[in-house]
């Protein structure tokens, strides 16, 4: 591998431990004797099983075994075979449950690595890997296919010779299929061609075409039918950042390429582009989104350019997943479109990976195995010497400095295609609206001028609010008194449609008391404007206009993001207003007015990275304006206005942004300039949280050195949660692997209990 010892990574390839497994996988006699086999339990060692006679021939590395374990018959991966085991009395596994590995050894060995280094067992890690309906195996119903025995080159003379026979159904099947670059179904091709079944069997009989049945899955691309685009003429940036990832790609090199691109530079061409050039090599590509939202549209603008492009998210079902997993597996040249667990597609040959928007934590998974999906990216296309791009008009501070620092390459696209301006931004002073209007207003006047202005033109508005529900605080004029959940020590949200107040938390909903439930005061006020309430105030100062709702209230049905934006999409909504799902990648020409109605509330929360979420909202939100050739406008409304993310913000000036934060995040010894670690414990009963706790700072502090720092114990932000107590450590150091070294010396402690449930967090993205 010719990796260039400049790049260095986000995530350290260091961490791995030699690996002690025999790769023996001789499909045959005394070396498959013993199975080594890892489990989806949260102990990190194998267990050896013998293989039966039977079944030598069919045990391998990489496939799935039926085995007992203790008093159960469990499922667990096979990650080696030997000739002999240590172990006295082992049991036999009952089945091999794959015909071929369903893990490869690429595949083997991230998943290795990924336990390593967020200290989970491999089986955990393998099991995030394989999706749902990959590990149930569902199959989807059998249909015909056909497809042409004959070579292309003489289908004008047969379907010529059959015309003049007078069989004209059988000429057309052919010449549609000759066109169609796909494998039709049986029923696509009578239904187009408009004929019977009849002619398609005596095509057969002739040996002009193969029938043949075959598992499919429904299409998962909604039946949408899509008109192939050209390749855009590229404008001179964006052929130079084409350019430097085709030179990677070309060199079959590893390399990471930050593409700091501003909103509608057409970072998404480039993607296009540098991926046309490897499936042209007969390779494959990953394109990751932040979002499942987001995947119908991107997913959209690939099959405008290829033919094999392929979807894995969770909201597949069991079946459509499945039948994707397998289609990408066969190899064919072409594209994989998904969120964060989409890294996991089984493709053979990767040429490039694109990460969109890589600074979202979405990337990141919030259970275990906690990774971080452009991390394992990095560590995947550095195995198999492809070529990652980090696109993001904010990229993170991390990936910004690797950048600066030399360790990924930068490539620039400032300023927007065919030099369409950025939006103007205004800042609104609220508390200046407070004063003025003496009254807590959610809509400023200038915010409401400027949507009504844009309706009368026939253009369009995104309000966007990041909280659901009508308002996040019930709380008593008399006494203070706040509602809060039970069982969470969180205020819980109101929400109008039902009249009860939710935790955003647990979920528990309960009904509004008439009166504080405290002192009974009879007077209950509502703070906290939430979508639902910006909802409200839009009907009563914009009446005439048509407003939906996007937020994880209205938007629980599979289909249900992908209809709202056709219909934003061709004019049948005037304003969405929406949370953080409306705020990304949305690409609509006639939106000219975005108002965020609260844009300091991150700002609030007890996050280091709450200043860099604040900037990226921004300029992600401005970036839905002004995409069209009309000029977009973007109303900020805070009241901390003056805070250095919003005014850089509003001045669409990135580097100065980092620059003000790089600098508080070295003097704070915070990322990019520290690696960090978290560890929570949660329980009912508070003192042994805390005692645990407290044991494992003990150790962690023994092996401190002067690089590292420990802070806590302490309570979590969000203290009780689910009746749980929530406390937490927080490790800080200067290298990832110290930070290994020191977790290393708790390794013991570090584990849940019937009673506690330890959490460890490698490089968390929330600290609540
Ligand atoms: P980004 O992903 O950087 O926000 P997009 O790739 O979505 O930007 O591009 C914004 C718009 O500009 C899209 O409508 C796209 O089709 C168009 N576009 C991109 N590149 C070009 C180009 N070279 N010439 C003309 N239009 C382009
Ligand atoms: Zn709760």
Redesign the pocket.
Known sequence: MKTPPSLILVAQGDMMPPMTLSTNTTPTGAGNRIAQIVLNIPVDRSFDYTVPEEMRAHIARGKRVKIPFGPRVTTGYCIGTATSSTVRGLKPILRVLDEKPILDADMLELTRWMASYYRCSWGEALDAVLPGGVKRESMAREKMFASLAIPAESIPATAQALRSAGREAQAKILEWMVDTPRTPHVAEITKTVGCSLSPLTSLEKAGKIRLERRRVAPDPFFDQSVERTEP????PA?AAVVKQVDELTDAQTFGVVLLH?V???????VYLQTIDHVVREGKQAIVLVPEIALTPQAVRRFRERFDNVYVLHSMLSDTQRYAQWQAIRQGLPGVVIGPRSAIFAPVRELGVLVIDEEHESTFKQQSTPRYHARDVGIMRARRQNAVVILGSATPSLESYSNATGGKFALAELPER??ERPMPKMTIVDMQNEFVEQKRQVILSRLLVKEMKTALDCGEQAILFINRRGYSTHVQCRRCGYVLTCEQCAIALTYHRSGEFALCHYCNTAIGVPGACPDCHGPDLRYTGAGTQKVEDVLAQVLSEARVVRMDSDTMRRRDAYEKTFCDFGEGRIDVLIGTQMIAKGL?FPNVTVVGVVAADLALNLPDFRAAERTFQLLAQVG?RTG?GSKEGKVIVQAFNHNHYSITTASRHDYAAFAQTELAQRRTAGYPPYARMARVLVEGKKEDLVMALLESIAAKLKAARSDTVRILGPAPAPVERAEGSYRQHLLIWAATAKQIQNVLGMADGLLKSTASLRVTLDIDPTSLM
């Open positions: 855009l003429a590229l404008n964006q691109g909103t509608g530079s057409g970072k998404t061409e295609v065919e690409d970036g995409r």
